[in-house]
Nanobody, 121 residues
Framework: VQLQAFGGGLVQAGGSLRLSCAAC??????VGWFRQAPGKEREFVGA????????AYADSVKGRFTISRDNAKNTVYLQMNSLKPEDTAVYYC?????????????????WGQGTLVTVSS
């Protein structure tokens, strides 16, 4: 299983970006998004169930970020709006070999290379 996150870049505060993750290859698997800022630990951003029927978000991004998936394209998206400088981080997608969402990154089985998001003030 190979994952790859795409779509990072430099954006001004208040702007938007959409990240894509070429996902696990199995529509039944849950996919999570995580991020790691310089000098900080990895943190949960959000996740989506295998069916796409349920999502969960960290409080810090709730109402600003939206996760969706297109299983026909084997792709999961992270739409990020109203970006803040504190959203600056490397963003990773991860695949869990079960349909349910978990907040703990250790519960995910496969990880892709990250993509850097930089939000300028």
């Amino acid at each position: 299983v190979q994952l790859q996150a795409f779509g990072g870049g430099l954006v001004q505060a208040g702007g938007s970006l959409r990240l894509s993750c070429a996902a696990c290859g199995f529509s039944s698997y849950a996919v999570g998004w995580f991020r790691q800022a310089p000098g900080k630990e990895r943190e949960f951003v959000g996740a989506i169930t295998g069916s796409g029927g349920t999502t969960a978000y960290a409080d810090s991004v709730k109402g600003r970020f939206t996760i969706s998936r297109d299983n026909a394209k084997n792709t999961v998206y992270l739409q990020m709006n109203s970006l803040k400088p504190e959203d600056t981080a490397v963003y990773y997608c991860a695949c869990r070999m079960r349909a349910s969402i978990m907040y703990d990154g250790d519960r995910y089985d496969y990880w892709g290379q990250g993509t850097l998001v930089t939000v300028s003030s």
